[in-house]
């Protein structure tokens, strides 16, 4: 998707965006960026990557035990073999959810983020207030986005670095036995891959399951234009 490269106004944009754009306008004339390869990064990391690529990853988990034994033991190789792969997630960790224990992924210093299986991270994960309150009070966290787990199951956090990226494997919801890996894939949201949210809960019927699927490309193409799909993409106290 390419930019308007011309003299627009831009009082709309934020103090942030207006810098950005001041500091591309420079950098272009003195030729360090070429604009045309920029739109081609930004392109393919809005509509031809995100949280789709990690669904298939973790349905494929579900169903395959042998490829979530690889996934376990070499995440970067596993998301590899299905044609995921590149900057930002050159190194990356598969933890999975199982009765009993709960992963959730935070990166502290800034926003790192497995890009080839997620996108672009959202808002909320790059917020200070989910990066400092998810490491002190991870229930409390997890609560807010609408997931309630029993006090017995253990909350493991893991920092996402500059070198390594987590991708969370949501435990398969109940009652989805005899669905493929290609219906299963709906049911994987991009919070669960992070860990504040869980997988849907299983489709019952044909219609339903086309339901699902409708809506989740739908989600998927609103996340390519950035708007929010659900509350917790604007993360941030209740009121």
């Known amino acids: 998707m390419g930019r308007d490269h011309d003299h627009a106004d831009h009082s709309e944009l934020s103090d942030v965006e207006r810098r950005v754009r001041a500091l591309e306008t420079v950098m ?40 979530r034994e690889r996934l376990m ?13 590149g900057r930002q997630g050159e190194h990356m960790i598969a933890v999975a959810n199982a009765p009993g224990r ?67 494997i949501p435990e398969r919801p109940a009652g989805t036995d005899g669905l493929s890996e290609e219906a299963l894939a709906p049911l994987v949201t991009r919070d669960s891959m992070i860990g504040t949210g869980l997988a849907r809960a299983g489709v019952t019927s044909n219609v339903e399951l086309t339901r699902y699927q409708r809506a989740w490309r739908n989600a998927a193409q609103r996340t390519v234009h950035g708007a929010p799909i659900v509350l917790s993409d604007w993360y941030g106290p209740r009121r």
């Open 28 to 67: 272009t004339q003195k030729g360090y960026i070429d604009p045309a390869a920029l739109d081609v990064l930004i392109d393919t990391y809005q509509t031809k990557v995100g949280p789709r690529n990690g669904a298939r990853v973790v349905a494929r988990a579900w169903v395959a035990p042998a490829f």
């Open 73 to 85: 033991r070499d995440a970067t190789a596993a998301i590899a073999e299905l044609g995921y792969s």
């Open 102 to 168: 709960h992963n959730i992924v935070v990166c502290t210093l800034c926003s790192c983020y497995p890009w080839p299986v997620l996108g672009l991270p959202p808002v909320w994960y790059k917020s200070a207030p989910y990066r400092s309150r998810v490491v002190r009070d991870p229930r409390g966290v997890l609560a807010e986005f609408g997931v309630t787990l029993p006090a017995s199951t253990e909350i493991r956090v893991w920092h996402s670095t500059a070198e390594v990226r987590y991708l969370v």
